[in-house]
């Protein structure tokens, strides 16, 4: 995608987005998801014309989302539609971008049905794990008043299952050490519990173990 025409879908990103750190952290996320497309994306041949648009977009349904209930990707994907006929972004490819965003959100377990939506779904995965991924799920606890071990259940219940579901290879290559990074802290967390001799939270019962389940 032209410079330009990026500053002009970024303008329009922010415009969807609320001025407050909330606002901010979900841009940063795009950021993130349109730099993982990028990489991702030049080493399995995919379109990063249709791949960039869509990272930059692929969440602007958030906050209707919250709003009335409907999923973001579904809404998300009638409004990147609708506002990239707007601009000089290739009519031939709008309908790809929508697809991918359609099918971005791992949770719906809609498969996407184009290397640019599976990599889109890599990417945004991939954001999920690792160090990044840790200070998001920390953040968003607090924000969602979920508790410590509220925040830990996320990391084994969802994170720690991220890995194994990667479409392409190269997400897979760039998923291990986030993954990794994600069981050591676990383990960690696990045994400084097990050194103090404090009552461990349920949670973190399989990593006090030398080997766990989730090597
Ligand atoms: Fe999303
Ligand atoms: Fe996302």
Redesign the pocket.
């Known amino acids: 995608v032209k410079p330009q025409l990026v500053g002009v879908i970024e303008r329009f990103v922010r415009s969807t987005m609320s001025d407050d750190s909330r606002g901010a952290h979900a841009f940063e996320?795009a950021q993130r998801?349109r730099q993982l497309c990028l990489l991702i994306g030049r080493q399995e041949g995919a379109d990063l014309e249709v791949l960039e648009a869509a990272a930059l977009l692929?969440?602007i349904g958030r906050p209707q989302e919250t709003a009335t209930g409907v999923s973001h990707a579904q809404v998300g994907a009638e409004m990147a539609a609708r506002f990239l006929g707007t601009t000089a972004f290739p009519l031939a490819k709008v309908a790809q971008v929508a697809g991918a965003i359609r099918t971005h959100r791992f949770s719906e377990k809609l498969t996407p049905d184009s290397l640019e939506g599976q990599i889109l779904g890599d990417s945004?995965k991939l954001?999920a794990m690792g160090a990044v991924g840790l200070a998001r799920t920390i953040e968003e606890s607090l924000a969602r008043k979920r508790g410590f071990e509220g925040m830990l259940e996320h990391v084994s219940g969802k994170l720690l299952n991220l890995r194994d579901r990667m479409y392409t290879s190269t997400a897979r290559r760039l998923a291990g050490p986030r993954h990794d990074f994600l069981v050591h802290f676990m383990r960690q967390l696990a045994q400084e519990y097990v050194a103090l001799g404090a009552k461990l939270p349920s949670v973190l019962g399989p990593f006090a173990k030398p080997e766990g389940k989730h090597e």
């Open positions: 996320h998801v692929h969440d945004d954001d």
